[in-house]
Structure formats: C-alpha cells, structure tokens
C-alpha cells in the first residue's frame, strides 16, 4: 500500500530522503511522488515529519542525503526566490497582516512582484470571490472584523494570489471550531475541483485526510508507511496505520458504517 504514483506526471517527487532535526533523525529514506494537479494529505503522529516535508519542498530545508524535486527540478540548484513563487502556503495562524485590510493582505505577493494596479485589482476581486467573500463586502475589512473561517478564507486567498501550480498546507483547519471546519473542507473542494493544483496537505486528523485528500500518505519511522486512496487505506491492518483510524472506528461503532 506504497504506491508513490507515476513519476512521469509527478509534481512533486522525494527520492530516497533524509533529513534531520539537530541530532534526531527525521525522514530516513522517505520516497513519495506527487502527481500535478492531485490533493495529497499527509498524516502521522507529532514529531513525524509532515511539516519537515513541507519546509524540504519550498526549500527552507535541504535535505541530508536523497533529493526533492519540484516541477522535474531538484530544490538543491532553484533559486529559493523562484522556487517559492511556484508555491501557496496556508498555516493553522493564518498570519494576516492587522494592519492591512483584506484587500491588501490578498495583494501581497503581486504587490512584491511588482504587477500593475489594475491586475492586482482583478485579481484580488476575483480571488475573494473564488473564496466566497465578495470584493465589494469585504475587501476593506480589516482582519480583526472577520470569523476565525473568513480569515483562513482569507489566507487561502493570498495563497493562491500569484496563482501558483503548488499549494501546501500546514494544518489550515485545525484552530477552527469543528462546524466552521466542516464548512471549510466544503469550500476547499469546491476551489480545488476549479483550480485543480497540486495540494500537499499535513493533518493529525485522518477524517480531514479523508475528506480532502484523493490519496493519504501516513509517515512513521521516518518513511511512507502507506499511501493510498481514503478507501484502501481505512480497511488496513498495518500496526502504523491502525492507531490512526482508531477514532474513525470508534465513530463507526457509534453511528454505523466507516473502516472496521
């Protein structure tokens, strides 16, 4: 249940990677293909590695021994700055600017790539209502004026503002309060079925996992214990998966249906 995809339509590729934090071994061989185009929901325990991941593809970190290629190219000779503009980061803060409005928290990145007003106008209206808060209602909000779920709205937005082929995430949903959450997994679908990028999600949550991802990877001692579509991977017996699924199953117990 390690299938790591076809490397020839891969987005995104890790081949044979270590890496580690100060003296503690982190990822020891880790090996995953991420086609263009696909949603990709990484899981494992705390201290695993899913956020290491995330940092090796937009180069923050470079990697001990293996390479990690984005877009055919190893992060080793890409300009970071290049690298980075390829790239939308979402975090669990969010990290809106207070003293910038909605609009201008949108405009960051193509303010920064220097593009005309007028196209970062375009943009940030069409964004905003990509993300179901219309430019005229709420483009010169402030952040303090907004929900927890309209400002991850917002920071989803600018994440996608310079229109970047990939997209990672960093636990976005989990400050969320679990029916603003449940309502933001509706909406990411609803983006991602129009954008269609390549989407590295990282999640504690496997029922997250499942609801957005079109395959799940679990990481555990420092490699891809499994990888698979939502519905293998809920009927596996693989001591690093099933701790996992444990409150999927005990859902299921309760109310019927979902991995036995």
Same mark, same amino acid.
């Given at each position: 249940?390690?299938?790591?995809?076809?490397?020839?339509?891969?987005?995104?590729?890790?081949?044979?990677?270590?890496?580690?934090?100060?003296?503690?071994?982190?990822?020891?061989?880790?090996?995953?293909?991420?086609?263009?185009?696909?949603?990709?929901?990484?899981?494992?325990?705390?201290?695993?590695?899913?956020?290491t991941?995330?940092?090796?593809?937009?180069?923050?970190?470079?990697?001990?021994?293996?390479?990690?290629?984005?877009?055919?190219?190893?992060?080793?000779v890409?300009?970071?700055?290049?690298?980075?503009?390829?790239i939308?980061?979402?975090?669990?803060?969010?990290?809106?600017?207070?003293?910038?409005?909605?609009?201008?928290?949108?405009?960051?990145?193509?303010?920064?790539?220097?593009?005309?007003?007028?196209?970062?106008? =375009? +943009?940030? *209206?069409? !964004? %905003?209502?990509?993300?179901?808060?219309? @430019? &005229?209602?709420?483009a010169l909000?402030?952040?303090?004026?907004?929900?927890?779920?309209?400002?991850?709205?917002?920071?989803?937005?600018?994440?996608?503002?310079?229109?970047?082929?990939?997209?990672?995430?960093?636990?976005?949903?989990?400050?969320?309060?679990?029916?603003?959450?449940?309502?933001?997994?509706?909406?990411?679908?609803?983006?991602q079925?129009?954008?269609?990028?390549t989407?590295?999600?990282?999640?504690?949550?496997?029922?997250?996992?499942?609801?957005?991802?079109?395959?799940?990877?679990?990481?555990?001692?420092?490699?891809?214990?499994?990888?698979?579509?939502?519905?293998?991977?809920?009927?596996?017996?693989? =001591? +690093?998966? *099933?701790? !996992? %699924?444990l409150?999927?199953?005990?859902a @299921? &117990?309760?109310?019927?249906?979902?991995?036995?």
């Open positions: 249940m390690t299938q790591t995809g076809a490397d020839s339509s891969a987005a995104i590729v890790f081949a044979g990677v270590h890496a580690s934090r100060g003296p503690i071994a982190v990822l020891r061989g880790f090996d995953l293909a991420i086609d263009a185009g696909e949603t990709i929901a990484l899981v494992g325990r705390s201290g695993a590695g899913k956020s991941i995330l940092k090796l593809i937009n180069g923050l970190l470079e990697p001990d021994a293996g390479d990690v290629l984005v877009m055919g190219r190893t992060t080793r890409w300009n970071a700055f290049a690298l980075r503009r390829q939308g980061y979402v975090l669990q803060e969010i990290g809106l600017f207070p003293h910038l409005s909605v609009a201008e928290n949108v405009s960051v990145v193509p303010r920064l790539l220097g593009w005309a007003l007028p196209r970062i106008t =375009a +943009r940030c *209206r069409e !964004l %905003l209502d990509l993300v179901g808060l219309p @430019a &005229a209602e709420y909000r402030w952040p303090h004026e907004l929900s927890g779920g309209q400002r991850q709205r917002v920071g989803v937005a600018r994440a996608l503002a310079a229109d970047p082929p990939i997209l990672l995430m960093d636990e976005p949903f989990g400050a969320l309060d679990p029916i603003t959450r449940s309502e933001m997994h509706v909406e990411f679908r609803r983006i079925e129009h954008l269609r990028k989407v590295v999600l990282v999640t504690h949550d496997m029922a997250e996992a499942f609801a957005l991802a079109s395959r799940v990877g679990v990481i555990a001692e420092g490699t891809l214990a499994a990888l698979a579509a939502p519905s293998r991977l809920a009927r596996s017996d693989d =001591a +690093r998966v *099933r701790p !996992l %699924l409150p999927l199953i005990e @299921a &117990a309760t109310f019927g249906g979902g991995p036995r």
